[in-house]
């Protein structure tokens, strides 16, 4: 791509210092961000369009940043060398505030997944990207699943956000959850992760972090010729036969762009380790021949039969700059899952028997559309602003059948999210301080059915719907604001605060199938939440960080009106004086390195959850038991307990003892209880990693152990105790989550900057596993084989 100076013709060659190869995939960019290009292939990008009175800007997520004057560029030759990173540590981070900063001035611990690691370790969901990070906890409940765990929070406590739009909906439920497998692996650039409470900036669902997804961004030509780029993978995994395809493609001119995606995936039965725990082992499992329903041996027990499935994903965004200082973005996501089966139900078994026949989720179908425009002009009330529109459309449903019966138990919701998000952010006078402020409106519109067919006769008639079966409706509103300041090159001080109002309507059209004591739910909430942070340089290697921060949680509707089986014999029923939650959290972070050769950080958090959320027994009707699905089970609700508190550390260290080898090391620990002092879900335990990674020329490699703790008995939450089927058995036939540990080996190979070729194998010692609170054992060993080109 050649590509000319506005004043006069000129291309700038990017290479890597070390070696002297040509760097691809370089963000070159001017001082205020008007003019934006990357190197392609050959290391190579056109600098038209940028002004000679300002600074451009070389940054690679491999590389140390760098920032050369036009004068400077002609006089190196219009050739750029960059540094490689001595520590994987960021540099500038966006999630916090949702504009760039240095990562040196923000108070929280904010973790990131880079496109290297991405590219590198082969996600094969977006659960499993997540994971990357080596900080978040990811439960499964089946193949098809992966709901994340931080800081003791998950599901609808721990937020989802997709290019600046929140995915959490008002049936974001309080168990586990899958629907970050909509998102697509294979376009994810970068991933942050804010630990702590993000209500300042992101709101209600806040509580434990925000996952902060930034997808490709479609890309313009910077010259007189057209800007193209293509990209295609294919991914093979044995424990699971996986098979991955991915498409995708970039036209853009100097004012107009557009990039289109497409991904498929297909599963088949996943294949646990082949040593320990024989509790976890698939001896049998269910089939419908035509005499009925049948209990089938299995030859292979090591095979988890009924846990495959398939997926596709489908991107497209068309981005135009219609003046200087405006440019637009229309995005289209569309992710579609196959039916999914219910692992974790499907080896339940009562009296000795399998109890379920079916258990599976329907095409989980998720679509967004959104606009996206920024604006940048310096004014007196802002130096840019952005609007973000969207619309999503999200479908789930469940099916369950119990084992000889020819009644399939059919559930279906269907929700319409309208969001507006406005953010504006200003520099005033100086450079040293950022003033932010904005608004988000956020309207859900949930239906919500149900009915059971004979899946002999394909007969069906109506029956009791997960939630209310009228109107729902769920509305959201808040405004904040914000202010970063550094006092000095030592000093950095942060404070935020936003207002949230939520209110639920929702209404029973038809009460005959449950026979509640009400009819409507309606509630309001509204609560005042803020942050203040302080930094802390005493040198250009270390940073003392403190953080104090509130966080706020309105009850959903499924948190205040669902009614559904838990666990065997426990069922789940509304509660419409439910309170919303407040968290009060506090972190502590240092971190420095030494002599280039050691970098080292550690986090402190305590975090207290008032009026906390928690299952506990119920009365229904005055009644402590109900006959749900023709069986008599223990009711169930969600309350509000006195209190929680949670608290733990991160530790990370990175050593460095070779420019070509690098030694990282990561380290969670969490603790949780109630105010009886019982165990919280969501706190999972010990957990963390190692990695031993090289890098010379083409060539990368990782062998890296993943380790977890044990769970005894006596520190599982009491609705874990109620599902022993999940867990191993302890010498007084108690259930329990042991320990484990897996040794794995990641390596890829770089053809002339076009194709990636990577190998790998997971769990190399076939370990047989189970994390906590997991329905489906972990892959035994895994061998993966992907291909990418780049054109």
Same mark, same amino acid.
């Given at each position: 791509m050649l590509l000319s100076l506005s004043v006069f013709s000129q291309t700038v060659t990017v290479l890597s210092s070390e070696d002297g190869r040509s760097v691809t995939d370089v963000a070159i960019y001017s001082e205020d961000r008007r003019q934006f290009s990357y190197t392609n292939y050959a290391g190579k990008a056109s600098l038209e369009g940028f002004r000679k009175d300002q600074p451009v800007h070389f940054q690679h997520f491999s590389y140390e940043r760098i920032t050369y004057t036009l004068p400077e560029l002609e006089k190196a030759g219009w050739v750029v060398k960059l540094v490689t990173k001595t520590f994987e540590v960021e540099e500038f981070i966006v999630s916090a505030h949702r504009y760039e900063q240095r990562s040196d001035e923000v108070p929280n611990l904010i973790s990131t997944v880079s496109l290297p690691a991405i590219r590198l370790h082969n996600p094969q969901t977006t659960a499993d990207l997540i994971s990357l990070s080596g900080d978040v906890y990811v439960q499964k409940s089946q193949l098809g699943g992966g709901s994340p765990m931080i800081r003791g929070f998950a599901t609808n406590r721990v937020l989802i956000v997709i290019d600046g739009v929140r995915m959490n909906n008002a049936i974001y439920r309080e168990g586990n959850i899958q629907n970050i497998l909509s998102l697509d692996p294979s376009v994810t650039d970068r991933t942050e992760v804010i630990f702590g409470p993000g209500a300042t900036m992101y709101g209600s669902d806040a509580l434990g972090g925000v996952m902060d997804f930034y997808t490709k961004r479609a890309l313009y030509s910077t010259g007189d010729s057209v800007y193209y780029k293509a990209e295609a993978l294919a991914r093979y995994s044995s424990a699971a036969d996986e098979k991955t395809l991915h498409f995708d493609f970039n036209v853009g001119g100097n004012k107009i762009a557009f990039l289109t995606s497409v991904s498929w995936s297909d599963f088949g039965h996943l294949k646990m380790g082949s040593w320990k725990y024989p509790e976890y082992l698939r001896n049998e499992y269910q089939a419908r021949t035509s005499t009925g329903d049948t209990t089938i041996i299995n030859d292979n027990p090591h095979i988890q039969v009924a846990s495959g499935y398939s997926q596709l994903n489908l991107m497209n965004k068309l981005r135009f700059r219609l003046t200087h200082n405006l440019d637009i973005t229309l995005a289209n996501h569309y992710s579609q899952l196959s039916d999914v089966p219910r692992y974790d139900r499907l080896i339940q078994k009562k009296e000795g028997i399998l109890r379920y026949g079916d258990w599976f989720y329907g095409p989980q179908v998720w679509m967004m559309n959104s606009a996206m425009a920024s604006y940048t002009r310096e004014s007196l009330l802002f130096d840019e602003v952005r609007v973000t529109v969207a619309r999503q459309d999200y479908g789930e449903s469940r099916h369950d059948r119990k084992f000889d019966d020819v009644s399939l138990y059919e559930q279906e919701e269907k929700v319409g999210i309208w969001s507006v998000n406005l953010?504006?952010?200003?520099?005033?006078?100086?450079?040293?301080?950022?003033?932010?402020?904005?608004?988000?409106?956020?309207?859900?519109?949930?239906?919500? #059915?149900?009915?059971?067919?004979?899946?002999?006769?394909?007969?069906?008639?109506?029956?009791?719907?997960?939630?209310?079966?009228?109107?729902?409706?769920?509305?959201?509103?808040?405004?904040?604001?914000?202010?970063?300041?550094?006092?000095?090159?030592?000093?950095?001080?942060? &404070?935020?605060?936003?207002?949230?109002?939520?209110?639920?309507?929702?209404?029973?059209?038809?009460?005959?199938?449950?026979? +509640?004591? +009400? #009819?409507?739910?309606?509630?309001?909430?509204?609560?005042?939440?803020?942050?203040?942070? +302080?930094?802390?340089?005493?040198?250009?290697?270390?940073?003392? &960080?403190?953080?104090?921060?509130?966080?706020?949680?309105?009850?959903?509707?499924?948190?205040?009106?669902?009614?559904?089986?838990?666990?065997?014999?426990?069922?789940?029923?509304?509660?419409?004086?439910?309170?919303?939650?407040?968290?009060?959290?506090?972190?502590?972070?240092?971190?420095?390195?030494?002599?280039?050769?050691?970098?080292?950080?550690?986090?402190?958090?305590?975090?207290?959850?008032?009026?906390?959320?928690?299952?506990?027994?119920?009365?229904?009707?005055?009644?402590?038991?109900?006959?749900?699905?023709?069986?008599?089970?223990?009711?169930?609700?969600?309350?509000?307990?006195?209190?929680?508190?949670?608290?733990?550390?991160?530790?990370?260290?990175?050593?460095?003892?070779?420019?070509?080898?690098?030694?990282?090391?990561?380290?969670?620990? #969490?603790?949780?209880?109630?105010?009886?002092?019982?165990?919280?879900?969501?706190?999972?335990?010990?957990?963390?990693?190692?990695?031993?990674t090289y890098e010379k020329g083409f060539i990368k490699a990782d062998f890296y152990a993943l380790y977890n703790g044990s769970v005894p008995y006596d520190k599982l939450a009491p609705s874990e105790k109620d599902k022993a089927y999940l867990y191993a058995t302890d010498e007084n036939g108690n259930p329990w989550s042991p320990g484990w540990f897996t040794l794995n080996l990641k390596s890829s190979f770089n053809v002339a900057n076009r194709l990636d070729l990577t190998i790998g194998i997971e769990n190399i010692l076939d370990v047989r596993y189970r994390p906590y609170s997991s329905g489906i054992a972990s892959p035994g060993r895994n061998f993966i084989f992907s291909a990418r080109i780049r054109i």
């Open positions: 953010d504006f952010d200003k520099t005033p006078g100086e450079k040293n301080s950022l003033l932010y402020y904005g608004a988000e409106y956020v309207f859900n519109d949930i239906k919500s #059915t149900a009915n059971t067919r004979d899946i002999v006769t394909g007969e069906t008639e109506p029956a009791g719907s997960r939630y209310p079966n009228g109107k729902n409706i769920y509305n959201s509103f808040a405004a904040y604001g914000g202010y970063k300041y550094n006092l000095s090159e030592k000093y950095s001080l942060s &404070t935020g605060m936003r207002y949230n109002f939520v209110s639920l309507n929702s209404e029973i059209a038809d009460n005959s199938y449950y026979n +509640f004591p +009400f #009819t409507e739910i309606k509630v309001a909430n509204s609560a005042v939440t803020g942050a203040a942070g +302080f930094v802390y340089r005493p040198d250009n290697k270390t940073d003392i &960080t403190l953080n104090l921060s509130t966080g706020f949680r309105a009850p959903n509707l499924d948190d205040m009106g669902k009614v559904f089986e838990s666990a065997p014999g426990v069922v789940m029923v509304p509660n419409p004086d439910l309170k919303p939650e407040y968290l009060y959290n506090i972190d502590a972070g240092v971190s420095g390195e030494a002599a280039n050769f050691i970098h080292a950080e550690a986090t402190f958090f305590f975090s207290y959850l008032d009026n906390a959320m928690v299952r506990e027994e119920f009365l229904f009707n005055d009644q402590p038991t109900i006959i749900y699905q023709d069986e008599v089970s223990d009711v169930y609700a969600l309350v509000n307990a006195g209190y929680a508190i949670i608290y733990g550390t991160q530790i990370k260290a990175e050593l460095k003892p070779h420019p070509t080898l690098r030694i990282k090391s990561m380290l969670n620990l #969490t603790s949780g209880h109630d105010n009886e002092n019982e165990p919280l879900r969501h706190v999972p335990p010990i957990f963390g990693a190692t990695h031993l």
